[in-house]
């Protein structure tokens, strides 16, 4: 949730506006100042009521203490037309405070200063790119018809069990991806992230913490009778482990990971890559998450990133670094940078990290506050990415690995992910 107190300001004010329209999100800023018109209004009116009631009563006091009897009799009937109109302007205050805060719950956070102009995905600015594109002596295929063919992942079982956009694995891909899981949670224990399990069911107020509700909340699987909903990311329980929590200042920066199957509807994109392991329902990743000082949330967000990057360095595969531009920003970032594999069988770039800095964002929502060093309770800030998505880790290495007669060089994947 962005800060109110920006918007008690000319100055603040201007600059969620011009966030807003940065993201090409003009109605939510015509929306957000009309509500802050009517809610100034309704607040100047109650204050001016319940002064002029204050002041009446005082002069009432007066009045009886003087024997006035006529004069007080008037004036008393006078304050019960104030206490009406008091009343119900008070309930209009309250109906108005409402409703403006539940439009601060869905407004977007503020766009970081360095996030690129632009309207969609294809306006997003390559940082840099590492790798060669790999070339191939013989004509390669998509990581479906590799799967297929070698009988590495079940799809129509899948959808025979569970519906459209599910898949069983077999045998060896399904090992592989729990030795990927392996991989990568002891790569990033390496480099200072503290693992943990944690539940793939959460409350509603945990998917208010990190922004999926209540704007979103038709994206994701919920059970509506209990409350909870199954996680999109491991983002979600990772974070909200120290909601409604005061850390302390000497335990930052603290840097937490786990390993997670992840639940999307994918509402909205039909359509798209319907075959393979790219666009499912459920899929596993790897999720890192960071909560830091405020100071120190560029830094350790450049950190995190290298840290999703460090999994595809190790695994040689070719990827590139996106600056997301404004119009293809998530709602809760601040400023994101995602990363893309090349792909040689779908011969084209696939998302595979998102990394972001969510700034006090999230921080705000969950009420997720430190100590800092001069004792005063402050907003944290928290950043997370995905290091890496796991399923696309899979289907990347089926297409790098593959041979001419279709089948995979097991081998080759063994000795980068030592799996012997």
């Given amino acids: 949730m962005i800060d109110y107190q920006l918007l008690k300001s000319d100055e603040g004010f201007q600059r969620v506006l011009q966030s807003l329209a940065r993201r090409g999100d003009a109605l939510s800023a015509d929306t957000l100042k009309e509500a802050a018109d009517a809610r100034r209004k309704i607040i100047r009116e109650v204050e001016a009521l319940a002064a002029e009631r204050n002041a009446e009563s005082k002069r009432l006091g007066e009045l009886k203490a003087q024997g006035k009897d006529a004069e007080f009799d008037a004036l008393r009937e006078k304050m019960k037309s104030v206490a009406d109109r008091l009343k119900i302007a008070k309930e209009e205050e309250s109906h108005v405070e409402e409703n403006f805060q539940t439009?601060?719950?869905?407004?977007?956070?503020?766009?970081?200063?360095?996030?690129?102009?632009?309207?969609?995905?294809?306006?997003?600015?390559?940082?840099?790119?590492?790798?060669?594109?790999?070339?191939?002596?013989?004509?390669?295929k998509p990581h479906y018809e590799i799967a297929?063919?070698?009988?590495?992942?079940?799809?129509?079982?899948?959808?025979?069990?569970?519906?459209?956009?599910?898949?069983?694995?077999?045998?060896?891909?399904?090992?592989?991806?729990?030795?990927?899981?392996?991989?990568?949670?002891?790569?990033?224990?390496?480099?200072?992230?503290?693992?943990?399990?944690?539940?793939?069911?959460?409350?509603?107020?945990?998917?208010?913490?990190?922004?999926?509700?209540?704007?979103?909340?038709?994206?994701?699987?919920?059970?509506?009778?209990?409350g909870l909903s199954?996680?999109?990311?491991?983002?979600?329980?990772?974070?909200?482990?120290?909601?409604?929590?005061?850390?302390?200042?000497?335990?930052?920066?603290?840097?937490?990971?786990?390993?997670?199957?992840?639940?999307?509807?994918?509402?909205?994109?039909?359509?798209?890559?319907?075959?393979?392991l790219i666009r499912v329902h459920q899929f596993y990743k790897v999720e890192l998450v960071k909560f830091v000082r405020?100071?120190?949330?560029?830094?350790?967000?450049?950190?995190?990133?290298?840290?999703?990057?460090?999994?595809?360095?190790?695994?040689?595969?070719?990827?590139?670094v996106l600056a997301l531009c404004a119009g293809d920003m998530g709602f809760t970032s601040s400023i994101t940078y995602d990363l893309e594999i090349w792909m040689p069988g779908l011969k084209r770039w696939l998302e595979i990290s998102s990394c972001s800095n969510f700034k006090d964002f999230q921080a705000r929502r969950a009420k997720i506050r430190y100590k800092n060093a001069a004792g005063k309770n402050e907003y944290i800030h928290t950043i997370n990415g995905s290091g890496?998505?796991?399923?696309?880790?899979?289907?990347?290495?089926?297409?790098?690995?593959?041979?001419?007669?279709?089948?995979?060089?097991w081998a080759a994947i063994e000795?980068?992910?030592?799996l012997s």
């Fill in 103 to 140: 439009l601060l719950s869905r407004l977007p956070n503020i766009l970081d200063a360095e996030v690129p102009d632009g309207k969609s995905e294809s306006q997003n600015v390559v940082v840099r790119e590492v790798g060669d594109i790999p070339r191939f002596a013989f004509d390669v």
């Fill in 388 to 409: 890496v998505a796991a399923g696309r880790l899979v289907a990347a290495l089926l297409e790098y690995h593959q041979n001419a007669d279709g089948s995979v060089d």
């Fill in 294 to 320: 405020p100071e120190e949330s560029e830094k350790e967000w450049r950190a995190l990133t290298a840290d999703a990057e460090r999994i595809l360095q190790k695994l040689g595969l070719t990827y590139r």
């Fill in 230 to 276: 199954l996680i999109p990311t491991g983002e979600v329980p990772l974070t909200n482990l120290y909601a409604d929590e005061i850390l302390n200042d000497a335990d930052l920066p603290i840097n937490l990971m786990a390993f997670t199957p992840c639940f999307r509807r994918e509402a909205g994109s039909a359509g798209k890559d319907t075959r393979g």
């Fill in 148 to 226: 297929e063919a070698e009988n590495l992942v079940d799809f129509e079982r899948g959808v025979k069990i569970s519906g459209a956009r599910f898949y069983v694995y077999n045998d060896k891909i399904a090992r592989l991806e729990r030795r990927l899981a392996n991989f990568m949670l002891d790569t990033h224990a390496a480099a200072g992230y503290s693992e943990r399990s944690v539940p793939i069911i959460v409350k509603d107020e945990c998917m208010f913490g990190t922004g999926q509700f209540p704007k979103f909340a038709d994206e994701y699987y919920r059970m509506e009778k209990d």
């Fill in 415 to 418: 000795k980068k992910i030592d």
